[in-house]
């Protein structure tokens, strides 16, 4: 079948991707510089028999579409900045409950009201532990157009996989730059759909392997009895203030990602097979990232780029094995070191970590990286 090209905008192509694994629910708040997700939400989702609910605030919107997850249809919302900072709450109650819902963030300048119409990347840290308690959750970081289809296409894919709430974290870059884009044809795309449990008799929420396993999960209104609450709970959803049950469930729901990295990670490279110093980043900061490494290695340098695709779980596999060629690994972002971070525990001393932030709400020219790593070396 022929490919579908078109000239698309980040925020468009987040919305073609949802649409092409099954989006049918989307209720949101618009806010700078998400606001074009909800918008062609609501023009295409009747087309398909969806539906598209502008909510009073974002509190309402991720609790809207966590109830649209438990009737069974794939939900999703997107926000920015303040208003992810008001779904944690819901964020939370759904990792404990076990439903799979995506939230887009199209970052932006903060903390509070910040620069709505600049670009950063300082959610990394409060997408992975901006809900209280341990919590298992799916990060994905598109770094280009195409990539905003694909990874929230994936997204939906590991929410229902896993029953965890999976984030896209892009950020107004990515969101608003436009690029010419390859789409499959729709009859090649092929959504993961739920598993079901086979009958209502007996049927259990969350009875799953202790070790990681992913229970069943029935709709609400098909005949299915069970009870979803935010406290901890046993395998009929009842709640428990049992020590061994609340220890049970907790590190079923985190061995339930921690055993499948491998399923899950993902990150594009160039030149790391024999890099002396090597680039680690993400979303719009890899773009002058990857023209700063195809520099250095016209110039005789051996660098290397590695752009992660999931923040969370952490790629530490493939940082780790960076770390064992690079003897420099240098971390360009648009925060203040919140990647940087992570890369520094995984190397633990085994090569320099050199930090390249930016916060002045404009994204990284090639140049401003370039001199920070030859100013660095």
Same mark, same amino acid.
């Given at each position: 079948?022929?490919?579908?090209?078109?000239?698309?905008?980040?925020?468009?192509?987040?919305?073609?991707?949802?649409?092409?694994?099954?989006?049918?629910?989307?209720?949101?708040?618009?806010?700078?510089?998400?606001?074009?997700?909800?918008?062609?939400?609501?023009?295409?989702?009747?087309?398909?028999?969806?539906?598209?609910?502008?909510?009073?605030?974002?509190?309402?919107?991720?609790?809207?579409?966590?109830? %649209?997850?438990? !009737? *069974?249809? /794939?939900?999703?919302? $997107?926000?920015?900045?303040? #208003?992810?900072? &008001? +779904?944690?709450?819901?964020?939370?109650?759904?990792?404990?409950?076990?439903?799979?819902?995506?939230?887009?963030?199209?970052?932006?300048?903060?903390?509070?009201?910040?620069?709505?119409?600049?670009?950063?990347?300082?959610?990394?840290?409060?997408?992975?532990?901006?809900?209280?308690?341990?919590?298992?959750?799916?990060?994905?970081?598109?770094?280009?157009?195409?990539?905003?289809?694909?990874?929230?296409?994936?997204?939906?894919?590991?929410?229902?996989?896993?029953?965890?709430?999976?984030?896209?974290?892009?950020?107004?870059?990515?969101?608003?730059?436009?690029?010419?884009?390859?789409?499959?044809?729709?009859?090649?795309?092929?959504?993961?759909?739920?598993?079901?449990? %086979?009958?209502? !008799? *007996?049927? /259990?929420?969350?009875? $799953?392997?202790?070790?990681? #396993?992913?229970? &069943? +999960?029935?709709?609400?209104?098909?005949?299915?009895?069970?009870?979803?609450?935010?406290?901890?709970?046993?395998?009929?959803?009842?709640?428990?203030?049992?020590?061994?049950?609340?220890?049970?469930?907790?590190?079923?729901?985190?061995?339930?990602?921690?055993?499948?990295?491998?399923?899950?990670?993902?990150?594009?490279?160039?030149?790391?097979?024999?890099?002396?110093?090597?680039?680690?980043?993400?979303?719009?900061?890899?773009?002058?990232?990857?023209?700063?490494?195809?520099?250095?290695?016209?110039?005789?340098?051996?660098?290397?780029?590695?752009?992660?695709?999931?923040?969370?779980?952490?790629?530490?596999?493939?940082?780790?094995?960076?770390?064992?060629?690079?003897?420099?690994?240098?971390?360009?972002?648009?925060?203040?070191?919140?990647?940087?971070?992570?890369?520094?525990?995984?190397?633990?001393?085994?090569?320099?970590?050199?930090?390249?932030?930016?916060?002045?709400?404009?994204?990284?020219?090639?140049?401003?990286?370039?001199?920070?790593?030859?100013?660095?070396?």
């Amino acid at each position: 079948m022929p490919k579908i090209v078109k000239l698309m905008q980040g925020n468009e192509a987040c919305t073609a991707g949802a649409l092409a694994a099954g989006l049918r629910f989307y209720a949101g708040y618009p806010i700078t510089p998400s606001t074009e997700i909800a918008e062609l939400c609501a023009e295409e989702l009747p087309k398909v028999g969806g539906k598209f609910i502008q909510m009073e605030d974002e509190i309402g919107s991720v609790a809207a579409i966590i109830g %649209a997850s438990l !009737a *069974g249809k /794939k939900a999703m919302t $997107a926000t920015s900045g303040p #208003g992810f900072s &008001l +779904m944690q709450e819901c964020i939370g109650y759904a990792s404990l409950c076990e439903i799979p819902i995506v939230i887009v963030n199209v970052q932006r300048m903060g903390p509070s009201t910040g620069m709505p119409t600049s670009p950063a990347q300082a959610d990394v840290m409060q997408a992975r532990w901006g809900t209280h308690g341990d919590h298992p959750v799916i990060v994905l970081a598109p770094g280009n157009v195409r990539e905003c289809f694909e990874l929230t296409l994936r997204a939906f894919d590991l929410s229902e996989k896993y029953r965890v709430p999976v984030i896209v974290l892009t950020d107004e870059v990515i969101g608003h730059m436009r690029e010419k884009v390859e789409l499959p044809d729709p009859a090649e795309v092929h959504p993961l759909r739920r598993a079901m449990p %086979a009958a209502p !008799a *007996g049927y /259990k929420p969350y009875a $799953a392997d202790p070790n990681g #396993g992913v229970p &069943l +999960m029935a709709p609400f209104g098909e005949g299915y009895r069970w009870h979803c609450t935010g406290l901890f709970h046993d395998e009929s959803g009842a709640p428990s203030n049992k020590g061994e049950v609340a220890d049970r469930l907790l590190r079923r729901l985190m061995l339930k990602i921690e055993n499948n990295v491998a399923d899950i990670s993902d990150y594009a490279s160039e030149g790391i097979e024999d890099c002396e110093l090597a680039v680690v980043t993400f979303g719009s900061s890899a773009m002058s990232s990857l023209s700063v490494v195809r520099r250095l290695r016209k110039e005789g340098v051996k660098a290397g780029l590695l752009r992660l695709k999931t923040l969370w779980p952490f790629p530490e596999a493939a940082v780790r094995e960076l770390a064992a060629r690079a003897k420099t690994i240098y971390v360009p972002e648009m925060n203040l070191g919140q990647l940087a971070l992570e890369v520094e525990r995984v190397v633990a001393g085994r090569s320099r970590v050199v930090r390249i932030g930016k916060v002045t709400g404009e994204l990284f020219r090639p140049e401003e990286i370039y001199n920070a790593i030859m100013g660095a070396k």
